[in-house]
């Protein structure tokens, strides 16, 4: 029995059998809604409004001779409170630092031993943890699966649209401290943390580099043809029990995708993805990318690799380009 997660039985958008041959040239149909534009002016406005009330704990128990390790806490959309890692290179005591904004997957809980990685290597770092994961679902916890469908209906209240505020705050959490260097903060994450980074990058001012990896969140009206594993299969799923919602949903959807965020990116932009990947087809990951419009971008796409694109071996790449793109000395 096959047990490894399956690319067979995807159709094009035709809803023909599609051998995934050009992922390149696949190119995607999802399109800028009306109203989108003031949609999310109106979205990052109003939180503006919103006072952050930031705040950091110490957390002796995770902190070491190299690294201290807060936990974080801001508000954020709907004036929920978002919790966070917060790690600071104990070598640069009183000075500012370059920092990394470490974005989740579509997981529970992200990732404190990331954090402390980059923090060893002299950056400070906040770990993201938006609303519904551990530690800040005490009011909103759709659950995994069940974040993807929140509310699907009505792009106004979806999950995602405070999930995308939370990523936006986290970088105000960073600008409120006196380690980090407001001038060079940068943005990374894989899969759902890859279209966080590029939310975060097209949306906040702060972001100098960015690094989205087999992003998630992408060229979606492809993606639940392309693949039928989850999260993706959320949506297909919700489909097959409402099919005469599908047009609201891909409505919704469209409000939502990465590619209708990406043209707004400046920053200098390496994403990588998987050509076998199962979960992110290779094809949304092209088409976002196409879409971005940082004039400084490149892509690594990795044969063979799949929903890790490329993990070890591109991790250095990642690692050069922050290095390059926030001056920090090798």
Not at 101 to 124: C, D, F, H, N
Not at 163 to 180: G, H, K, M, N, T
Not at 202 to 216: E, F, S, V
Not at 252 to 260: A, E, S
Request: hydrophobic share 35%.
């Amino acid at each position: 029995m096959d047990l490894q997660p399956s690319r067979v039985g995807a159709v094009d958008r035709n809803g023909q059998p599609y051998d995934r041959s050009d992922p390149a040239g696949y190119g995607t149909s999802v399109t800028k809604p009306e109203g989108y534009d003031a949609f999310w002016q109106e979205t990052w406005d109003r939180l503006q409004d919103i006072p952050l009330e930031p705040e950091v704990r110490l957390v002796p128990l995770r902190s070491d001779d190299e690294v201290i390790v807060y936990e974080g806490f801001y508000t954020s959309w709907e004036r929920l409170r978002i919790a966070c890692w917060y790690c600071v290179p104990r070598r640069t005591a009183g000075q500012r630092s370059p920092t990394i904004a470490i974005m989740p997957g579509y997981v529970s809980e992200p990732s404190l031993g990331t954090g402390k990685q980059w923090a060893r290597a002299g950056y400070a770092c906040v770990v993201v943890a938006p609303r519904g994961k551990l530690r800040s679902n005490s009011v909103f916890n759709p659950g995994y699966p069940g974040l993807l469908t929140h509310n699907l209906t009505d792009y106004q209240t979806y999950g995602y649209r405070g999930f995308y505020c939370d990523a936006w705050r986290a970088i105000d959490l960073l600008l409120s401290r006196p380690e980090v260097d407001p001038g060079r903060i940068a943005v990374t994450g894989g899969s759902q943390g890859g279209a966080l980074t590029i939310v975060t990058a097209a949306w906040h001012p702060a972001i100098q580099a960015a690094c989205p990896g087999a992003p998630y969140l992408c060229g979606m009206r492809e993606a639940i043809d392309l693949t039928h594993t989850y999260p993706y299969e959320e949506l297909n799923d919700y489909l097959r029990l409402c099919p005469d919602r599908r047009a609201t949903v891909l409505r919704t959807l469209d409000f939502y995708d990465g590619i209708n965020m990406a043209p707004r990116i400046s920053c200098p932009t390496l994403m990588n993805i998987g050509l076998a990947d199962p979960v992110c087809p290779p094809e949304t990951g092209y088409a976002v990318f196409a879409a971005v419009g940082a004039a400084v971008k490149e892509l690594r796409a990795y044969p063979g690799e799949g929903h890790g694109a490329g993990g070890a071996k591109h991790a250095p790449h990642v690692q050069a380009w922050m290095r390059h793109h926030l001056q920090v000395a090798a």
